[in-house]
């Protein structure tokens, strides 16, 4: 019953800021509508380059999204409530970024496969990137608000210098799964290694979170 109240309540919160969610969900597609008009390729080119935009796009996206996810209940008072009254805020920060997910991590993922076709790739290659692109969103968005809780009250910036360095290796498996659906060759191996990053984070992350946030608290 907690678990869905708590959910309710932060959805509620979000679907009232909507800036917080719609505005790097309109950034992502701009960045897709403006990357083939500000470019000199041919279409096997086009198509060939739209892999390495679209992952940095959605990392950027994720960056965006997360910035001072937890300042406003940090400043509110929220999270102190939160631990005063003795709730879980392990389980609120990892509904809360599972509701993130839910609202910009997804769309961006659909949006991103739709955006595949139109550079000229073919549909099974859009088919192939969806399940990365979602595994990809959601470990973005993870780190991210791992290096905002760290920076909590110094700014974003610092969050993201911190950050910069685990994003590095999901990058170079993103480069190497761009050869793997343009060739067809060890997709599911690539596959599996980000859904095993995403399976030991999605829960490690949310509880380190969750002591830095006590320790700003204190």
């Known amino acids: 019953m907690r678990i869905l109240t708590t959910f309710k309540q932060e959805t509620l919160k979000l679907l009232k800021k909507t800036r917080a969610w719609l505005g790097p969900i309109l ?4 960045i897709m509508i403006a990357y083939p008009l500000t470019v000199e390729l041919s279409s096997q080119n086009l198509s060939d380059a739209f892999y390495p935009v679209l992952f940095i796009s959605c990392l950027l996206v994720m960056m965006l999204a997360t910035e001072g996810i937890f300042l406003e209940d940090f400043e509110d008072g929220s999270l102190e409530q939160l631990v005063i009254t003795g709730n879980s805020l392990y389980q609120s920060i990892i509904i809360k970024i599972f509701i993130y997910w839910l609202f910009i991590g997804i769309p961006i993922s659909i949006l991103g496969s739709l955006f595949n076709v139109g550079s000229g790739n073919t549909m099974d290659s859009s088919l192939m990137l969806l399940p990365p692109l979602m595994i990809t969103t959601y470990i973005f968005l993870i780190l991210f608000c791992f290096g905002n ?3 909590l009250t110094k ?3 610092l969050g993201t210098l911190i950050t910069m360095p ?3 290796p999901i990058l170079v498996i993103l480069g190497k799964l761009t050869t793997a659906i343009l060739f067809n060759i060890n997709y599911f191996g690539f596959l599996i290694l980000l859904f095993g990053i995403l399976s030991i984070i999605i829960f490690i992350f949310p509880a380190i979170i969750s002591k830095i946030i006590k320790t700003h608290l204190e």
Do not use: I, Q, R, T
């Open 166 to 168: 685990l994003l590095l």
């Open 27 to 30: 950034v992502f597609v701009l």
């Open 149 to 151: 809780a760290l920076s």
């Open 155 to 157: 700014g974003s910036v």
